[in-house]
């Protein structure tokens, strides 16, 4: 029955594509939420399944069809991700000397402060996951902020288990790299001043 409807959709049937899209959408959602953010999560969607229409006739067995909506999630959402690192390139950074002037500003609490100051440092990790070539960022993002194990990462993302091992083995060695070039940097400024 559900073969006989990707084959339909597969063939051009709006209708029948829409019902496969009502069938999967819990989880292209579901899915969708362990690699962004809730509030991307619907945009995301929309993208993924304009994918799935344009590209359902590549699909040769509709029986693995579940299997291919599954990576093709994961590569739209790294796209989307991609796309979001490059908006926020584009946005004012403020340095931490200004973090502390604004906390000193709102309030003479050091809680303060510290929130800010971490926030800021979220944001430079999570840029520079962003900044990481291909799905680097993404794997690490769901081992380490998800804690999702390597089974489910190597189910979701379609990869073997020792391939997504090398790979967070290199995703961690790159990203270890800019943060330290980024701290050199940051200490060269302040010295400088």
């Known amino acids: 029955m559900n073969d006989d409807l990707i084959q339909q959709a597969k063939a051009g049937d709006q209708a029948a594509f829409a019902q496969v899209v009502h069938n999967y959408q819990g989880f292209v959602n579901s899915l969708s939420r362990c690699y962004l953010s809730p509030g991307e999560v619907k945009d995301a969607a929309q993208l993924i399944w304009l994918t799935v229409w344009q590209k359902l006739h590549q699909l040769e067995e509709p029986a693995k069809f579940p299997a291919w909506?599954?990576?093709l999630v994961f590569y739209r959402c790294l796209n989307f991700r991609k796309a979001r690192a490059?908006?926020?390139d584009k946005e004012t950074t403020l340095a931490p000397e200004t973090w502390s002037a604004l906390a000193d500003i709102i309030s003479d609490s050091q809680d303060v402060?510290?929130?800010l100051e971490q926030r800021e440092l979220r944001r430079i990790i999570s840029r520079e996951l962003?900044?990481?070539?291909?799905?680097?960022?993404l794997l690490l993002r769901l081992y380490y902020?998800?804690?999702?194990?390597?089974?489910a990462i190597s189910q979701a993302t379609g990869l073997p288990q020792s391939t997504l091992k090398w790979r967070l083995h290199q995703a961690r060695s790159l990203l270890r790299g800019r943060l330290?070039?980024?701290?050199q940097h940051e200490i060269s400024r302040r010295n400088d001043q």
């Not at 962003?130 to 960022?137: A, H, K, Q, S, T």
């Open 69 to 71: 909506l599954k990576q």
């Open 113 to 115: 402060a510290a929130t």
């Open 145 to 151: 902020l998800k804690d999702l194990p390597y089974r």
């Open 130 to 137: 962003d900044r990481l070539p291909g799905e680097y960022g």
């Open 86 to 88: 490059a908006r926020q």
């Open 180 to 183: 330290a070039r980024l701290l």
